[in-house]
């Protein structure tokens, strides 16, 4: 299985393995914690308050429910690749069950870099000549068997990898404003910005009107054409990335609605 054009997932969902040859943007909902780490290119993490680069032979932590834009970046006409490791909260639970977890921080942190070494490389390539090597799959226990491994290696590099795995909460209703402005630009379902609240659905609907008097997903056009406009027209920013980057993810449905909101098409105020 060639690694340059493949995206690669093992059978038991643990593992994820990809490439892109050109400049490739996903945003999500961090479903588990997970690890990632860059062979070749980099990739852009963009969160509501803060932009990370991951150079290649950087490996980063990150924490569960929370949102991230990843943009994978190749360099030198040289593929992005790259291998992100799934801490489901089962496997988490039965792992830390026969081990002692290191000293606590209060500040649980969301993201953290790993310092670089030829230990944990050298395990990162064994994943990568692995996949190369035309096997069809990664079975359960293979998969488990290297993310014990992993885990157990920067677990011994850095202190802080159990405060962040051993967060086992679900989101607790928080200010829903807040919030709302902060991560309007994430293209995620209604549903999704209800259970990173803390609400259910039609409490999240309820107390969105309560204090926006409008619903959800026409507050949600609104701010990210507004946003659009401010990129293009503040930032000089293309029309072809702002779109991007203001929440939307088709360019005809874009320049369609930005049009009717502000009578004239994005592109005419371009300077």
Not at 6 to 29: P, W
Not at 161 to 172: A, G, K, N, R, W
């Amino acid at each position: 299985m060639n690694m340059d054009s493949t995206n690669y997932i093992s059978k038991s969902g643990l593992f994820f393995s990809c490439s892109e040859k050109q400049e490739f943007v996903t945003e999500q909902i961090v479903p588990e914690h997970l690890l990632t780490y860059v062979y070749s290119g980099k990739i852009l993490v963009t969160t509501a308050n803060k932009t990370y680069y991951l150079p290649a032979g950087q490996a980063a932590l990150f924490g569960r429910n929370q949102l991230a834009k990843f943009t994978k970046i190749p360099k030198d006409n040289e593929a992005c690749k790259s291998v992100t490791v799934f801490f489901t909260q089962q496997f988490l639970q039965k792992f830390y069950a026969t081990q002692t977890p290191q000293k606590h921080n209060a500040n649980r942190p969301k993201l953290l870099f790993l310092k670089t070494n030829v230990i944990l490389d050298d395990m990162f390539h064994s994943i990568k000549d692995h996949v190369n090597s035309n096997t069809i799959f990664i079975t359960d226990k293979q998969a488990i068997l290297k993310i014990n491994e992993i885990l157990k290696l920067i677990r011994e590099f850095d202190t802080q990898t159990d405060d962040l795995l051993l967060d086992f909460s679900e989101p607790h209703k928080i200010d829903l404003a807040g919030f709302m402005q902060t991560n309007f630009m994430f293209n995620i379902p209604i549903s999704k910005f209800a259970y990173l609240t803390g609400r259910s659905l039609a409490t999240f609907k309820r107390d969105f009107n309560k204090i926006f008097a409008t619903s959800p997903q026409k507050w949600l056009t609104e701010k990210r054409l507004e946003q659009a406009h401010f990129l293009i027209a503040e930032k000089r920013m293309k029309p072809s990335q702002a779109f991007l980057e203001a929440g939307f993810e088709n360019f005809s449905h874009f320049s369609k609605t930005f049009k009717q909101f502000f009578g004239y098409n994005p592109s005419s105020i371009i300077p």
